[in-house]
Each structure stands twice: as C-alpha cells, then as structure tokens.
C-alpha cells in the first residue's frame, strides 16, 4: 500500500542554518503531497502541499517541490529560526487516505 | 475557514475508568472527520473515521469506540480504560481543497 517516510530526528540545527528534512513516498496513484508541522503541546497544522509533479508547495520560508522521478517531497528551509522548533510530518493523501510519516524532530538552537 | 473544537485539553483517569472526548467542527458541513492518537514520541494512528451521521468505520481493533450522534460533532469513548490509553488524541478533518485541519488535541493520562 501507499507510504511515507521520512528522515528520523532528532535534528538539531543552530538559527540560521538551512534545514532539509528527506521525504521519499511510494504509491500506486497520483497522491497529493502534504507537510504539517506540529508545535510543542498542539495539534497539526497544515504548513504546505503540492497536488501534482513538479508543484512547489510553500509557506512560511519554507518549500517543497513533488518530484515524481524521485517519488521525493523533500522539506527546505533557507534560514531556521527557534520558532521553527516543532516536529514535522511528511504525508500523502490517495482518494480519502492520508498515510503520514513517523515525523521529525527539529530544534533550533540560538 | 474551518475550525475543531476539542476538550478537555488534558485529562488524567484511573484505570478503569470510563471516557469521553470530544469534537465538534465549524465552518463546514458534512464533513470526513478522523480520530488519531500520538503516542509519546511517536506517530500518528488512525483510529477511527466516519464519512456522515452514524458511520464509524474502525482502523485499529482495540479498547476504544466513536459516534458520531451530528453531523458536526465526533466522540471517543471507552467504557474502561487502560494503561496503553494514554497517549494525545487528535481530531481531524478534511479540508475543502486537500489535507486535514487539525483540533488542538487531548492529552490523556491513564494512571
């Protein structure tokens, strides 16, 4: 069946660093792609998606492109701050099932 | 926009005890909602979903149940809880043009 998954934390990065969290996905169909982030104590907040190939999904400095010839959705972040410290959840979505990833850890460290 | 509600936002029960959660959703109607629960450091479950008003389909066999008596309104229960309960209890649904909205969660302690 469908799946994610993504690269295990922790990771610990210092303000300023650039940030990328692996996302690799396997699937029978065409899935939506999606990142959420989870701040300490909180539900999950959608952060971006791409709904098909070559889409750039972004938001918050924060990007996403779907490659298909990678089954890839790689997370990236230029320049983390300390209010990027959550846990993020790669996912994809085929039909009505959304399967997420183990998610990954990040602290940022000023 | 869309918006769950979830409370309480933390519980701590005896075990045996029983329990009710519970979400309600505004800004939409007839909506796919979800219970997931997240262990401590660990990933989402799927636990239940429900596509309308009394419709329940179960992913995970275990000590826990769901109704849905609204349209907008999904609630966890158990009738004696156990130990293996705790955990952070996510409500979910769909959003009008792909992924989830989220409630702010239910963090159980069953001690």
């Known amino acids: 069946g469908d799946s994610v998954t993504q690269m295990e934390g922790p990771v610990t990065l210092s303000e300023e660093a650039c940030l990328t969290i692996?996302?690799?996905?396997?699937?029978?169909?065409?899935?939506?792609l999606f990142w959420y982030v989870q701040y300490p104590g909180e539900g999950l907040q959608l952060l971006l998606k791409?709904?098909?190939?070559?889409d750039k999904g972004s938001n918050k400095g924060f990007e996403a492109t779907y490659r298909k010839e990678t089954t890839s959705f790689h997370l990236e972040k230029g320049s983390v701050q300390v209010s990027d410290s959550a846990v993020y959840f790669c996912?994809?979505?085929?039909?009505?099932?959304?399967?997420f990833g183990a998610g990954t850890r990040l602290t940022v460290k000023p | 926009s869309q918006t769950i509600h979830q409370w309480p936002a933390t519980l701590v029960q005896p075990v045996g005890s029983p329990l009710s959660l519970e979400c309600t959703v505004e800004?939409?109607?007839?909506?796919?909602l979800y219970w997931y629960r997240q262990a401590a450091g660990r990933g989402l479950q799927l636990l239940f979903y429900?596509?309308?008003?009394?419709?329940i389909s179960s992913e995970v066999p275990q000590n826990l149940s769901a109704s849905r008596p609204q349209d907008r309104q999904f609630i966890l229960s158990s009738k004696k809880l156990l130990l293996s309960d705790s955990g952070f209890y996510l409500c979910?649904?769909?959003?009008?043009?792909?992924?989830?909205?989220f409630g702010s969660g239910t963090r159980l302690t069953v001690v």
């Open positions: 429900s596509v309308g008003i009394g419709q």
């Open positions: 791409a709904t098909k190939a070559d």
């Open positions: 800004g939409t109607s007839n909506p796919n």
């Open positions: 692996n996302c690799t996905y396997t699937a029978t169909g065409y899935p939506s």
């Open positions: 979910a649904c769909d959003r009008p043009r792909g992924g989830y909205t």
């Open positions: 996912a994809l979505s085929d039909a009505n099932d959304m399967r």
